[in-house]
């Protein structure tokens, strides 16, 4: 075999192996996107009603967090999810296939 022909095939062999890779991270990197998607929804729908209560200028912060339960417990998710590198499960992998 000639030097061209080797190459040829280990890049072959690369792409194919590049391709299972990815097709393998697909359904994993699936569900954290739906994940991260809900949360994200969860979180915008929770912000909205907690703007528009009356009651969130009159009261502190705190109260105005205790009273919307829902929007606190989602942003809380949220942050935690993005701490724990929920970013790298759904955009590396499309990426960076190999780190």
């Known amino acids: ?13 690369f792409e194919r192996r590049l391709t299972e890779y990815i097709t393998f991270l697909g359904p ?15 979180t915008a729908v929770g912000a909205w009603q907690w703007l528009k209560d009356e009651n969130t200028r009159q009261v502190s912060f705190v109260q105005s967090l205790q009273n919307h339960p829902f ?4 942003c809380v ?3 935690l999810l993005f701490l ?3 970013h790298k499960r759904v955009v590396a992998p499309a990426m960076y296939p190999f780190d």
């Not at 994993?28 to 969860?42: D, Q």
Request: glycine share 2%; with cysteine.
């Open 1 to 13: 075999m000639s030097k061209d022909q080797i190459q040829t095939e280990d890049l072959k062999a």
């Open 28 to 42: 994993s990197t699936r569900k954290w996107r739906v994940l991260l998607i809900v949360v994200t929804v969860c």
């Open 71 to 74: 929007f606190a417990f989602s």
């Open 77 to 79: 998710t949220l942050v």
């Open 84 to 86: 724990f590198g929920i």
